[in-house]
């Protein structure tokens, strides 16, 4: 062998140790996490999450249409692009600021559940929509999609059937080993649904469904989660009384510990994929809320159900006929005469607070 070949030989021999080498170091660098943090905004009687990730910006709902809270948090946490702004249903508590994001921020993607409302909010959404270039997805269970290093699976609604809560968005997102539960408004027969279809629904974090109502979170669904904490989105003092006394008591009796904005403030899950902390604006602990009151005007057809004697056929009867401008209107509605009317009003559960 010559001098030349064997140095050859050995320069080869070297270069492959290197690459050898090297190859684990870049692998390790690419699975590493940087960290997500996940915050749970303090906007009153409405929704609005902020999600932040390796470079990334996703928001979940956007507040109430008469506050600019949402615009607020954003511009406090420097935040000047969002890669997606997802509406989980077209109520505006969860979609009232969307309009205002679209103008105040560059968003690349806006994702809807399909169903429309003739609102001026939704129609402000849309216009912003169009006027702001952002692509529109509308998912669909069994829907994947992954951003980063989060992925994002769709488990609700498999179709529409124009009921604005139980169609809402339903979206389990994985970062590393951690996962999160959003559930919008969607009401105990969306959860039942899941369950029967066999979705992944479980989770270490629950977003509650519709602000703690008694209309989502059953057993049956806390236990398909077997979440470690459940978190809600609600005003102090609020009119509805949420988050209600059952739901409070049976996440709890499940085993996993509560939050909720009008006790704790803006709620902040940061996690590196393996642990999560949270810490909270205030400490406080979360009991169910007074002033309990169903506005009819806004009320879904779960939560009409709750008045005396109104069913489901009175409750989506009522639906379709509002708004109303008072609680006698109600005998307008086939089916409702005197004697419910007064029976509704013993009861004084419902109230008006105006069409939003």
């Known amino acids: 062998m010559t001098m030349a070949v064997l140095l050859l030989l050995l320069v080869l021999t070297f270069l492959a140790g290197c690459m050898g080498a090297a190859g684990p170091e870049k692998q390790q660098q690419k699975q590493a996490l940087e960290g997500l943090t996940v915050h749970y905004l303090n906007v009153g009687q409405a929704d609005a999450t902020l999600l932040e990730f390796n470079g990334y910006t996703l928001l979940i709902d956007a507040g109430d249409w008469n506050a600019s809270d949402v615009i607020t948090a954003l511009d406090k946490r420097g935040i000047e692009r969002i890669d997606v702004a997802i509406a989980t249903h077209p109520d505006a508590d969860h979609i009232g600021q969307l309009g205002k994001v679209l103008e105040s921020f560059q968003v690349d993607e806006v994702w809807m559940s399909g169903n429309t409302s003739t609102s001026e909010t939704f129609l402000r959404v849309l216009e912003g929509i169009e006027?702001?270039?952002?692509?529109?997805?509308?998912?669909?269970?069994?829907?994947?999609?992954?951003?980063?290093?989060?992925?994002?699976?769709?488990?609700?609604?498999?179709?529409?059937?124009?009921?604005?809560?139980?169609?809402?968005?339903?979206?389990?997102?994985?970062?590393?080993?951690?996962?999160?539960?959003?559930?919008?408004?969607?009401?105990?027969?969306?959860?039942k649904a899941m369950i029967a279809a066999g979705a992944k629904l479980d989770a270490d974090i629950l977003h509650l469904g519709h602000h703690g109502s008694n209309t989502s979170t059953s057993t049956d669904f806390l236990r398909a989660v077997t979440p470690e904490v459940a978190i809600y989105s609600a005003g102090a003092g609020n009119s509805y009384g949420h988050p209600h006394a059952e739901v409070i008591a049976s996440t709890e009796n499940e085993g996993a510990t509560v939050y909720g904005t009008d006790v704790n403030g803006t709620i902040t899950v940061t996690t590196d994929g393996k642990t999560y902390e949270i810490t909270t604006e205030s400490e406080g602990l979360v009991t169910e809320g007074e002033n309990r009151c169903l506005d009819l005007n806004v009320a879904s057809t779960a939560e009409l159900q709750q008045l005396d004697g109104i069913g489901e056929s009175l409750a989506e009867a009522i639906i379709a006929d509002r708004p109303f401008d008072k609680l006698e209107e109600l005998t307008r509605v086939k089916g409702i005469g005197a004697g419910k009317l007064e029976a509704i009003h013993t009861q004084g559960l419902a109230c008006l607070e105006g069409s939003r």
């Open 131 to 191: 006027k702001s270039g952002a692509a529109y997805e509308e998912p669909t269970a069994g829907d994947q999609f992954e951003i980063g290093d989060l992925k994002i699976e769709v488990l609700h609604p498999a179709q529409l059937t124009g009921d604005a809560n139980e169609d809402s968005l339903v979206l389990r997102m994985t970062y590393g080993d951690v996962r999160f539960l959003f559930t919008g408004d969607a009401g105990v027969k969306s959860e």
